[in-house]
């Protein structure tokens, strides 16, 4: 079983941690437990009933009218709310309820319904990305295992490669861009949403893929000669080596966009060796 301090709860509900005490004590909707330091702890059965709490929160229920349900009254109202999905926040929530229970099935349905309801894009980045962000925390704690967690990327991944092969392609005059992760960097959910903005906006794009080495890269920008490069950093570990490699390449002459949690944690688009992915991807 998993714990949570009240701080982890909020970020994966989106509940404000004021918002849970003040309805701990005026409406006695949940007892977490406390540590001898009297810190608030919560179980995986008291995120699965927040989760639900906030999805009916957000679709209009009083918080007084929610407290006098008991768990399995609430759950099943949530059932019977979300035939309709309704706000990204609930969409999320419902997400990361999906995933803990193993439901994989509520789990796509729940993307399906948003891609149709409000396109890939804003499904992608007001729904995904914030699911994404908040399952790191649900990976740290203990809450989801290996096989959850590559289910929900390589059905995230499938409905990407789905919604780029559904975009027109233009006849090509030249290579715009080349997408790429370099040698080591496995991560491609970022590098394939590059691929599918840029796409959409009409440009050409080469893609590579993941782990990528560099003299293969050299050998693909001597035979296409890109505009530019684009790529994703999550795993690197070296900021040394990396900052070698990307002035190896900028000695090519080509700009390089990209973006993940490593190149803002070497400060990378800071420091003017990549520029910001966001230039050209913002819609």
Partial sequence: MSSYKIKEIEILTGIKAHTLRVWEKRYNLLTPSRTNTKIR??????????????????????????????ENEIATLVN????????????????????????????ERILDESIVKEGFYSTYTENILPFLNRIGILWTTGSINVS????ASNLIRQKLISAID???????????????????????????????VLKKKGHSVFYLGTNVPEQ??????????????????????????????????????????????????????????????NQLITV
């Fill in 166 to 196: 559904k975009l027109e392609t233009k006849p090509i005059n030249g290579i715009d861009f080349i997408l790429y992760t370099p040698e080591g960097e496995p991560h491609e959910l970022s590098l394939l949403f590059y691929h599918y």
């Fill in 80 to 107: 019977k709310e979300t035939k309709t999905i309704a706000a990204s926040s609930t969409i999320v929530n419902l997400l990361i309820q999906s995933l803990i229970n193993d439901n994989n099935f509520e789990f």
């Fill in 216 to 277: 293969d890269l050299y050998a693909i920008i001597e035979s296409v000669k890109p505009k530019a490069l684009v790529t994703s950093l999550v795993l690197s570990s070296d900021i040394e080596n990396t900052l070698s490699y990307f002035k190896r390449l900028k000695k090519l002459g080509l700009p390089i966009y990209g973006k993940g949690w490593f190149v803002e944690h070497a400060n990378l688009i800071k420091n003017g060796v990549i520029n910001d992915i």
């Fill in 41 to 70: 702890t919560y179980s995986d059965e008291d995120l699965k009933n927040l989760l639900n709490i906030a999805v009916l929160y957000e679709y209009g229920w009083k918080i007084s009218k929610i407290a006098a349900l008991n």
């Fill in 148 to 151: 959850q967690e590559h289910f």
